[in-house]
């Protein structure tokens, strides 16, 4: 199934107004999080937290909702949110823990749940994992060059940046600056081009934005607990739906960025393995 | 006539280690000689040369009933030996870490000895009760240190991180939690010990008491003049044990000692008894000790205090020394930096002071009580075992250059 297993497709957003200010796309990530923090399903989440530095996100282990709404919104670099998983147990005491997740990210959380080599207690204690979408990262440098070299902008200036409509984004407060996402191209991670998973596949929810309308998402509930938690959110009127057919571009969209990464990605391994190169799948 | 009776190995115990008993016609010990079996550690060799956080890393696999205490003391060596000043907050946090861990191994030693006290209509209480208080103990660990059996998160100058209030306040709750139940098994082993009926005087020993502190550790306890160190050949009157024999002789001005629960006890807490009774009693009530000192420094533990000074690696030339008070007796280690590297390192770990006293402790009594003497002391031999075995076939300790300081 070229979108992994799921039990639902739907378009959703954030009905809190404060989450739609500050979130990427409809504000699923922040939403779901907090309505579990806030249900006791999670005693905290590991999120990808703001520092210093503007886009440069560093794992947090939230224990609030602020805290939360704190990493919303999208950095297009590395969160090592894996590796803040086993402190989250550990020093910070949780025993119910949630977290969000790229497919590369949640590849190694299943994995370590199945092998719990030096994540002795780890494991039973992950509650929900939320996924998001993936098409590339980048490293920050990459970024730095397209704000500052491509878009001659700087990174303080940027608010928001996004990847949609075959462009990479940036906003500033007066500016809505774009470059072709072609000019992005090489300035991804090396292995993003052999990552065969878009959808977050191995999640109990993932989300992203394409399929759904500007300010909403796409989510696919996978899981039984995923979909138990998505569904109790809705119920409870932190998240509203539409069909995701009544909805363009719709499911089909989706669909077919997801066979594409995967045929891309096939070809790229079949190259590397052909060059003597090693690859992990 | 003499007989010699021979247990080999000694069992419920870590490591291998055997008790040879010179008995006469009535099976009375006239003669006790206890001594390791077990092969090299060599770990302090393979820290020598590497960056001084190696040691604290490779030192704490010198056991596995003691991973803790043996960071603990590696760490503490490293710190003195960089004249670092601890934070506050990383000395109460390694405290706890001990106070934890310790309950925890005395909660084991229960386990090895159920056979001989337990009877089989309360095994299935006691044991599950050592289950229980060793779960929430080892949590502790776990939280605070970052791995309850090799902690990650103890380092030179301190702790790696302080831990969150939600740990804190849940950690409290439930060791206060655990304050009947441990209180109910103290009462239980007590109670069980008593009703054993080891005959009055068993064990009793009259070997100065090693010991520095009640509950973590004081190096300044443990002054290098006063100790000296022999091979096993000059202190066993017997040859062929002398030749096996895979432990240095420890002395204390001049003499061998007694370590332990008990020695910290009488020297801390005005315990008064002897022998193998006195043994298991301390260790039992020490307990309590360890639960209400945890308690307390999760209540005082300001958990947004930093745990981690600035240290500079690069080394003083001192000899630093860390002593902590393992469960089984004092964990001694020296370290010395050199330029960024370790120079020198040595481990004179808990059951290597009560060797010698051990054997000695089974005299004057029929030799069946022989291994319940051994037992009381809870001996570790894998992290005790000093010298090399370098003769296999004839398993003879031929060298000791291992153990010069
Ligand atoms: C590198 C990257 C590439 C993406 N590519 C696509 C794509 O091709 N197509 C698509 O539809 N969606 C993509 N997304 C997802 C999309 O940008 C949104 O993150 C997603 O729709 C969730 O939006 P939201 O409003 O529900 O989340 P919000 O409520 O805004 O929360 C976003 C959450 O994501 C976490 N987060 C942010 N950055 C990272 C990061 N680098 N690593 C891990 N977690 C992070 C934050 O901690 C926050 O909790 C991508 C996301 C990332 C990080
Ligand atoms: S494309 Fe794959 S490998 Fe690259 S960041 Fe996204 S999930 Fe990870
Ligand atoms: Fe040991």
Redesign the interface.
């Known amino acids: 199934m070229v979108l992994g297993t799921y039990k639902d497709a739907i378009c959703a957003r954030a009905t809190d107004k404060s989450i739609q200010k500050v979130s990427q796309d409809g504000g699923i990530v922040t939403a779901l999080l907090s309505y579990a923090l806030d249900e006791k399903i999670i005693?905290?989440a590991v999120v990808a937290g703001p520092t210093e530095e503007m886009f440069k996100p560093e794992p947090l282990?939230a224990?609030t909702s602020d805290e939360i709404i704190s990493a919303a919104g999208t950095k297009y670099t590395f969160s090592p949110n894996v590796w803040a998983l086993?402190?989250a147990v550990?020093?910070?005491?949780?025993e119910k823990v949630g977290t969000v997740a790229i497919p590369c990210q949640l590849m190694g959380i299943r994995k370590m749940q199945s092998y719990p080599f030096s994540t002795?207690?780890l494991a039973d204690k992950i509650k929900f994992v939320v996924g998001i979408f993936c098409m590339e990262n980048f490293p920050y440098a990459s970024l730095e060059t397209f704000i500052n070299e491509k878009m001659h902008s700087s990174m303080d200036m940027t608010l928001k940046m996004d990847i949609g409509k075959g462009k990479f984004w940036a906003y500033t407060d007066e500016e809505e600056l774009s470059i072709p996402l072609k000019e992005t191209h090489g300035y991804e991670q090396a292995g993003c081009n052999i990552c065969k998973d878009y959808t977050a596949e191995l999640s109990d929810v993932s989300t992203g934005s394409v399929g759904a309308p500007d300010g909403w998402s796409t989510v696919l509930s996978r899981t039984e607990n995923g979909k138990s938690i998505f569904d109790k959110a809705v119920e409870a009127g932190l998240i509203e739906t539409k069909p995701m057919d009544s909805v363009k571009p719709g499911l089909g969209i989706l669909e077919k960025l997801s066979d594409g990464k995967k045929t891309k990605a096939v070809d790229e391994i079949k190259k590397r393995v052909e060059m003597g190169l090693p690859v992990p799948f | 006539m003499s007989e010699k009776i021979v247990i080999s190995p000694t069992s419920r115990q870590e490591g291998h280690a055997e008790l040879v008993m010179e008995v006469d016609d009535e099976g009375i010990v006239t003669k006790g000689r206890y001594f390791s079996i077990t092969p090299v550690r060599g770990l302090e060799k393979m820290v020598t040369g590497k960056a001084p956080e190696t040691a604290p890393v490779f030192c704490q696999r010198i056991c596995g009933v003691c991973p803790v205490p043996h960071t603990l003391a590696s760490v503490e060596a490293i710190d003195d030996s960089l004249d670092v000043d601890l934070p506050k907050s990383a000395k109460l946090l390694r405290e706890l870490t001990l106070s934890a861990s310790n309950l925890n191994s005395h909660a084991i030693h229960h386990f090895l000895i159920a056979t001989d006290i337990v009877p089989e209509e309360l095994f299935a209480t006691a044991v599950n009760s050592v289950g229980e208080i060793r779960k929430t103990a080892q949590y502790v660990v776990?939280?605070?240190a970052?791995?309850?059996i090799h902690p990650s998160?103890v380092r030179v100058g301190g702790m790696a991180?302080?831990?969150?209030e939600?740990?804190?306040r849940?950690?409290y709750t439930r060791l206060k939690a655990l304050v009947p139940k441990v209180n109910a098994h103290v009462d239980l082993i007590l109670d069980l010990v008593e009703k054993k009926g080891f005959p009055k005087g068993l064990g009793v020993v009259n070997q100065p008491l090693f010991a520095s502190a009640n509950i973590y550790g004081d190096r300044n306890f443990f002054d290098l003049d006063r100790f000296t160190e022999i091979m096993p050949e000059s202190w066993y009157d017997d040859p062929e044990v002398g030749k096996r024999a895979c432990t240095t002789i420890p002395l204390f001005d001049g003499v061998n000692v007694e370590a332990g629960p008990r020695a910290r006890a009488a020297k801390f807490r005005g315990f008064t008894e002897k022998g193998v009774i006195a043994q298991h009693v301390s260790r039992a009530l020490e307990m309590k000790t360890y639960l209400s000192r945890a308690i307390e420094i999760l209540d005082e533990l300001d958990t947004s205090a930093p745990t981690l000074a600035d240290v500079d690696f690069r080394g003083t030339n001192k000899l630093g020394v860390g002593a902590i008070e393992a469960p089984r007796g004092l964990d001694v280690h020296l370290a010395q930096v050199v330029d960024g590297k370790v120079g020198f390192y040595s481990a004179l770990v808990p059951t290597t002071w009560n060797i010698p006293t051990m054997g000695t402790a089974t005299e004057g009594f029929h030799h069946e009580w022989g291994a319940h003497v051994i037992r009381a002391y809870d001996p570790c031999l894998s992290c005790a075992t000093h010298v090399m075995v370098v003769d296999d076939e004839d398993k003879s300790v031929v060298k000791d250059e291992m153990v010069r300081i």
Do not use: P, T
């Open positions: 005693e905290g282990v224990l086993k402190l550990r020093q910070y005491g949780l002795r207690f | 776990d939280m605070v970052g791995e309850g998160d991180r302080n831990i969150s939600l740990a804190r849940k950690l």
